[in-house]
């Protein structure tokens, strides 16, 4: 069995092995992954943050040995928290641009830099959330980091996300692991009536077909905040999304789920 990590800002996964074929996902800087297959110039992998597999061409992949692999699984790691920020490679001028929600490990916070095959990375320390945490506040932060971010199917950065991948990576940042993808996230958490709604819940929605297809956070009595289009704001109630700009309800019969974060009494 072969091991590999991103050593670059977003690496696109792909349903089947071919540059025609549809992104469905990505991997972040930092995320690291097993080879599951490798067929030509493509190799399948599996995600290990979110179990989530795919293809994707084997020379955006760095290899890195088994015993680096399970340090990385016993270590926690630390989490891009700014839009954007820079990460230099040890003997290398130009920089590596990374997004919000990409993964620092083995971070030496007094060198500000870690450790990859030997070679060493480095990263300012007032980017990073080195402990994460899964207060309200902060979750509710980092999702409006995300305002205006265009809607990309498959994408998971700050330049183009999906409705799943945002609240996947918001949640991620704040120490809270969900799956990839709408349908499966809807598996997580309490299931909550509309009217106990709370900043941090989520809200699913599903076709005709009984189907889930979006999600969103809730944020604040009657608002939501999701992607679709791009990441934004709109007003939700128990009929469903009402979009201000397309004068018209979206999405239709919310459900909510909650799941474990952290609320401070009479902070949050």
Same mark, same amino acid.
């Given at each position: ?8 800002? *977003? ?28 067929? &030509? ?10 179990? #989530?597999?795919?293809?994707?061409? #084997?020379?955006? *992949? ?28 040890? !003997? ?11 993964? /620092? ?59 799943? !991948? ?19 996230? #809807? ?12 900043? &941090? ?7 005709? *077909? !009984? ?7 809730? /944020? ?19 009929? &469903? ?19 474990? /974060? ?7």
């Amino acid at each position: 069995m072969k091991y590999a990590i991103s050593l670059m800002a *977003a690496i696109p996964v792909r349903a089947l092995p071919s540059e025609t074929s549809e992104m469905v996902s990505q991997i972040l800087f930092g995320e690291h992954f097993i080879i599951e297959e490798e067929n &030509g110039n493509w190799i399948k992998i599996h995600n290990v943050s979110d179990s #989530y597999e795919g293809w994707i061409d #084997y020379k955006t *992949a760095t290899v890195i040995s088994e015993e680096e692999f399970n340090h990385i699984n016993e270590n926690i790691p630390s989490f891009v928290k700014t839009p954007f920020t820079q990460i230099y490679k040890e !003997g290398k001028a130009d920089p590596i641009r990374v997004s919000i929600g990409s993964i /620092i490990p083995f971070y030496n916070d007094k060198t500000q830099s870690f450790r990859i095959n030997d070679t060493a990375y480095f990263i300012k320390r007032n980017n990073l959330k080195t402990a994460p945490e899964s207060h309200l506040k902060q979750l509710l932060r980092n999702a409006e980091l995300y305002l205006n971010t265009p809607y990309l199917w498959g994408g998971k950065t700050i330049l183009g996300i999906d409705c799943s !991948g945002f609240v996947q990576s918001v949640f991620r940042i704040n120490n809270i692991k969900l799956p990839r993808d709408a349908s499966q996230q #809807y598996k997580e958490g309490e299931e909550i009536k509309f009217e106990d709604a709370y900043p &941090g819940d989520l809200a699913f929605f599903k076709n005709e *077909a !009984g189907k889930v297809i979006h999600v969103g956070i809730f /944020i604040e009595k009657n608002k939501i905040i999701h992607c679709s289009g791009d990441v934004h704001i709109d007003t939700l109630d128990e009929r &469903g999304i009402f979009s201000e700009r397309l004068n018209k309800y979206t999405h239709f019969n919310p459900e909510i789920k909650r799941l474990q /974060i952290k609320r401070r009494k009479n902070k949050e």
